[in-house]
């Protein structure tokens, strides 16, 4: 074989590996969504890489032959092809022996460098840059192949199957789609510039449904405008004006013997009518939605759809009323700063890095903000306040702090008992 065929056939070699190469990378990650997407704009060869990703195995089988076979065959060819003429140069500067040695060391370190570089860096670059129209692209020319060499492929797919099974390995690609790849998505979409830090918020917000407490959206009982039953139509229309809601809660004595609520369209309609307002009047009273204070905001929501409301009223296992929740404070924690004007946030990030934040922000929210997840006795509290209670074992009073996972919780506010403000800072070791 002359060399210039040498070349040709070397360049070729490379030329199959790298095409085994490009069809073991794009197939592997190719996303089933992507192709699904493919698939349901008309290209019919998404389909079929889909059937292939549910048992691929015979499909690898085939790249590895061709990619080992093509090795071996570019080594001979490469050595044959190199190996002559680097004994011709360093015959003159060294004895044969050592010059023919030395000349197959560097024409086997060439020859493997090109088909590293050439059949399988560059390749599986480029099948990971655009998996799935690489995979439709050669799926074609792969399904001959299967074909042609399926015997050999049957045999060493029953090998590595057999293996599998000793080793307890999957044998099917689980294409399962978790809410942490939803979010793991969604970051990678944010960072890339495609979703907005507050729209990819929402996203995270919707998945935290389900873990998130009803407390951490409710307002609390010491912030609860309610009536009682007896309330005049001059103290009512007091209220209303003190402390405008969509839906008060209806009082028998006590804040915690709820007879019902009152819809302020209702109350409205009177006024605007020049009716007194008149609390045991026939169909003022709506029944109240009564649910337990354990209940998870997705569970919440729930129970709204099934009752046909959108707003309850919080009781602990006492059968103590300890707060209200309306469907809007549950869509305003899921949208979070898309709808929450800037002087209402909970948490302020400050100029010199530290955070302003409120003793009634949930966990959930901190934890993000501060970007640490691990936190002591985690299930004996809510809020940032209920934090600084179980750290202190006492209420908080002003001045208290509290180290922990490389911040300062400083109480700066406290009102009634109440945890107004927190400044948390971080220690020096941990700013960035």
């Known amino acids: ?109 060439l020859v493997t460098s090109l088909f590293v570089v050439f059949a399988d860096l560059v390749p599986k670059q480029a099948g990971m840059a655009n998996p799935e129209r690489l995979a439709v692209r050669l799926v074609g020319p792969m399904e001959r192949l299967l074909a042609l060499l399926k015997p050999l492929a049957w045999l060493y797919n029953k090998c590595a199957s057999a293996a599998m099974r000793v080793l307890g390995l999957p044998m099917q690609r689980d294409e399962r789609i978790t809410s942490d790849d939803i979010l793991a998505l969604t970051e990678a979409g944010a960072q890339a510039g495609v979703l907005e830090r507050p729209e990819q918020q929402v996203i995270e917000n919707v998945f935290e449904l389900d873990t998130r407490p009803v407390s951490s959206a409710m307002t609390l009982r010491g912030s609860v405008a309610w009536f009682d039953i007896r309330d005049s139509d001059e103290s009512v229309r007091v209220r209303i004006a003190a402390e405008p809601f969509s839906t008060y809660p209806v009082c028998d004595g006590g804040l915690d013997n709820v007879v019902g609520y009152v819809d302020a369209k209702d109350l409205f309609q009177r006024v605007l009518n020049q009716r007194p307002i008149v609390l045991t009047d026939e169909g003022l009273i709506h029944k109240a939605l009564v649910v337990p204070d354990r209940l998870s905001l997705a569970e919440v929501l ?49 100029d010199d890095g530290s955070w302003l934040v409120d003793g009634m922000t949930p966990m959930p929210d901190v934890q993000r903000a501060l970007s640490l997840y691990d936190w002591p006795d985690k299930d004996e509290y809510e809020t940032l306040a209920g934090f600084l209670m179980v750290m202190l074992r006492r209420v908080p009073r002003r001045t208290d702090c509290v180290e922990w996972g490389g911040y300062r919780f400083e109480v700066m506010d406290v009102d009634s008992y109440r945890i107004d403000q927190v400044l948390v800072t971080p220690r020096k070791e941990n700013v960035q």
């Open 1 to 109: 074989m002359t060399p210039f065929q040498s070349l040709f056939v070397l360049v070729f070699l490379i030329a199959a590996s790298a095409f085994f190469s490009l069809a073991e990378m794009s197939l592997a990650a190719s996303r089933r969504l992507k192709l699904t997407q493919m698939a349901d704009e008309g290209d019919a060869r998404a389909l079929r890489v889909m059937q292939i990703q549910e048992h691929p195995g015979r499909y690898f089988t085939v790249v590895q032959i061709g990619i080992n076979s093509v090795a071996i065959l570019g080594g001979i060819v490469g050595e044959g092809m190199l190996g002559p003429w680097l004994v011709w140069i360093f015959e003159p500067w060294m004895a044969a022996g050592w010059a023919a040695r030395l000349a197959f060391l560097l024409s086997v370190a």
């Open 302 to 350: 729930a129970q709204f759809r099934q009752a046909h409301e959108d707003f309850a009223i919080i009781v602990n296992e006492y059968s103590t009323v300890v707060g209200v929740v309306t469907l809007n404070d549950v869509m305003s924690t899921v949208m979070g700063e898309l709808v929450t004007p800037a002087d209402e946030d909970l948490i302020v990030r400050r």
